[in-house]
C-alpha cells in the first residue's frame, strides 16, 4: 500500500532563517506530487505541483521554491523566512495514467511558526 | 479561473442527517472530491464523483452532483461526533493535473 510521509511534524524558525521541509511517497512509482499552505485551518493554497523529476510548476510568486530531485521525494525551501509563512504545509501525491481518478492522498502536515 | 464554494459551518445533532452543500464553476470537471480534515491532521479522501454521475452512495455517505447547475453535495447520515470535522470539496479540470479545493466547511457534532 501507498503511504506518504512528511517531516518535521511541527517547525519553530527565526524570520530570515532558511526552510527546508521534506515529503517522500512509498509504494507507487510517477506520481504528481503537490504542496499546500494553509492558513487559520481553512482553504488550502496550492504552491507547487511537479509531474515528474525536476519538473515544478509554481502556483504562486513568493519566497519559497519546490524541487523533486527524486520520483518520489518533494522539498519545499526557502533562503529566507519570512512571518508571512507560517502556516500549515500539506504535502500530497495523486496517481497517474489511465483508469485513475485522479484523487490526492495527504500527508499529516508540517505546522511552521515564523517568529 | 476556478471557483468553489462552501458554507463554512454547519452544527446537527447527534444522528442526524448532515448535508454539507458545494458549488463550483467549472464545467469542464471531470472528478469532484469530498475529503475530511480533523485537526491538526491533513486531509482524507472520503469519496469521489465522476461528472457522468449523478449519485454514489458509500456506506453513510452520499454524494450527489447536479451538473447543469454545478451543484454538489455531501450527506451524512446518522452523523456522530467523530464527523467533527472540516469537509472539503474539490473539483478536477480535466485538462490538469491540478484540483481546487472549496474553502471548507467546519461540521459540528453536538451529542
Known amino acids: 500500500s501507498q503511504t506518504i510521509h512528511q517531516w518535521p511534524a511541527t517547525l519553530v524558525q527565526p524570520v530570515g532563517s532558511p526552510l527546508s521541509l521534506e515529503c517522500t511517497v512509498e509504494?507507487?512509482?510517477?506520481?504528481?506530487l503537490y504542496w499546500y499552505r494553509q492558513a487559520a485551518g481553512r482553504g488550502l493554497q496550492l504552491l507547487f505541483y511537479?509531474?515528474?523529476?525536476?519538473?515544478i510548476s509554481s502556483e504562486v510568486p513568493q519566497n519559497l521554491s519546490a524541487s523533486r530531485p527524486q520520483d518520489r521525494q518533494f522539498i519545499l525551501s526557502s533562503k529566507k523566512l519570512l512571518l508571512s509563512d507560517s502556516g500549515f504545509y500539506l504535502c500530497?501525491?495523486?496517481?497517474?495514467?489511465?483508469?485513475?481518478?485522479?484523487?490526492?492522498?495527504f500527508g499529516p502536515g508540517t505546522r511552521l511558526t515564523v517568529t | 479561473g476556478e471557483d468553489v464554494e462552501q458554507s463554512l459551518f454547519l452544527s446537527v445533532r447527534e444522528g442526524d442527517s448532515s448535508v454539507i452543500n458545494c458549488t463550483y464553476t467549472?464545467?469542464?470537471?471531470?472528478?469532484l472530491y469530498w475529503y475530511k480534515q480533523e485537526p491538526g491532521a491533513g486531509l482524507q479522501l472520503l469519496t469521489y464523483?465522476?461528472?457522468?454521475?449523478d449519485m454514489k452512495q458509500d456506506q453513510r455517505l452520499t454524494v450527489l452532483l447536479n451538473k447543469k447547475d454545478k451543484h454538489l453535495s455531501l450527506r451524512i447520515a446518522d452523523t456522530q461526533t467523530g464527523d467533527s470535522a472540516i469537509y472539503f470539496c474539490?473539483?478536477?479540470?480535466?485538462?490538469?493535473?491540478?484540483?481546487?479545493f472549496g474553502t471548507g466547511t467546519k461540521l459540528q457534532v453536538i451529542p
Open positions: 474539490a473539483e478536477r479540470d480535466g485538462g490538469y493535473q491540478k484540483v481546487t
Open positions: 509504494g507507487t512509482s510517477n506520481p504528481n
Open positions: 467549472d464545467s469542464s470537471s471531470t472528478y
Open positions: 464523483i465522476f461528472s457522468n454521475m
Open positions: 511537479s509531474v515528474g523529476i525536476g519538473q
Open positions: 500530497a501525491w495523486s496517481p497517474t495514467g489511465t483508469g485513475y481518478s485522479y484523487e490526492q492522498y
